[in-house]
């Protein structure tokens, strides 16, 4: 490789892991928050001939990139190492319990794909209480009506703007509600929904948009929408899960002061990435679809589902409530909280 193709290959990675540091919520920004594995992977490679060239040749440039690199590869495997077996878990294991527990299968379709059957066909594998399922419109509700006859309690929004929402479930729900957070075109689910043993859980089921140039290129309303739900976690005493595609990956910073103003837990933490997106590049994958518990539950499973012929992969847990908290939560300071009321703020300011 000619020096100068490392020299650029390793300035814009030493760049790209250092610029989610910047806090604005333009989305050619927020979008080097989505590979950190692959960034670490990069650094790693650039630094090995680096290495020999500091050594073989005793050039003063190579020891300083050499340094960068390694910088910048610590930071990320620190970041990587909290999704992974290394990491300590922030919820604990627990044996599965029908009675007190529940089965969640969430996944994005992408509208524009048709393998219906793929998804009932999983559903079927699998056996959940409950699917979320985003990016429906009226054909996949028509493509999944079959379902209805083992899940009758439904709750469907299908919308031709990427943003339908189809929900099914076997329990019974106690009460429901559909809200436009941030914007009148894009839904989200609030309900309360009766486990076996009796006891009622809350679901927020939701798909903020993401930061895009050709659709959002700020990641204000998604920001806005994360937090306003955090915020409903906290002042809700119910156990309460908070599902769907987030648009944001794990380890983002918003998504950490989600779970720092909502109190919730991440169970991918000290478990593994469990990628969902993009199904079809394998080199470039990362968590965009999420399922946060409330300190009242502990772990059963937590799986990464075949493909349904779209760009995300489903992922499905199964979650139990808990006699004491099994989670190790994050806490919010008075700076955290200032953050999130200014986003929600802006959010709600922007779509004014």
Not at 24 to 52: A, M, S
Not at 91 to 113: K, M, P, R, T, W
Request: proline letters at 6%; one cysteine or more; hydrophobic letters at 40%.
């Amino acid at each position: 490789m000619p020096i100068y193709v490392l020299r650029i290959i390793s300035a814009f990675f030493i760049l790209a892991t250092w610029i989610p540091f910047i806090k604005w919520d333009y989305w050619w920004i927020r979008v080097f928050d989505y590979p950190q594995l692959q960034k670490l992977v990069i650094i790693i490679l650039c630094v090995l001939p680096w290495t020999y060239l500091a050594f073989e040749e005793a050039s003063p440039e190579s020891f300083i990139w050499m340094v960068l690199l390694l910088m910048a590869g610590i930071h990320l495997f620190r970041k990587v190492k909290i999704f992974s077996p290394l990491g300590k878990k922030m919820i604990d294991s627990i044996a599965y319990d029908e009675e007190n527990g529940i089965h969640i299968l969430v996944g994005n379709v992408y509208q524009f794909n048709t393998h219906y059957q793929k998804v009932i066909d999983l559903v079927h594998q699998t056996n959940p209480d409950l699917i979320f399922l985003v990016e429906t419109d009226q054909a996949w509700e028509v493509g999944l009506k079959s379902l209805e006859k083992q899940y009758p309690n439904t709750i469907l929004i299908p919308l031709d703007n990427t943003y339908g929402m189809l929900l099914y479930t076997k329990l019974e729900i106690v009460r429901h509600e559909i809200k436009y957070l941030i914007d009148d075109e894009i839904p989200s689910i609030e309900l309360e929904i009766k486990l076996n043993s009796g006891k009622t859980i809350t679901v927020y089921a939701i798909h903020p948009t993401p930061p895009v140039p050709n659709e959002n290129p700020k990641s204000t309303d998604r920001d806005a929408e994360i937090l306003i739900v955090g915020k409903k976690v906290k002042a809700n005493p119910k156990p309460s899960l908070v599902i769907g595609d987030l648009n944001d990956v794990a380890w983002s910073y918003t998504t950490e002061l989600f779970l720092k103003i909502s109190e919730m837990a991440d169970p991918r933490r000290g478990r593994g990435l469990f990628s969902t997106f993009h199904a079809k590049i394998p080199l470039l994958r990362w968590p965009l679809d999420h399922i946060f518990l409330s300190k009242h539950f502990g772990l059963s499973e937590l799986q990464v589902q075949s493909g349904i012929g779209s760009d995300h992969f489903p992922i499905s847990m199964k979650a139990v409530i808990t006699e004491k908290n099994t989670t190790d939560q994050l806490e919010a300071n008075g700076e955290d909280h200032q953050e999130a009321k200014e986003k929600i703020e802006n959010g709600i300011s922007d779509r004014s």
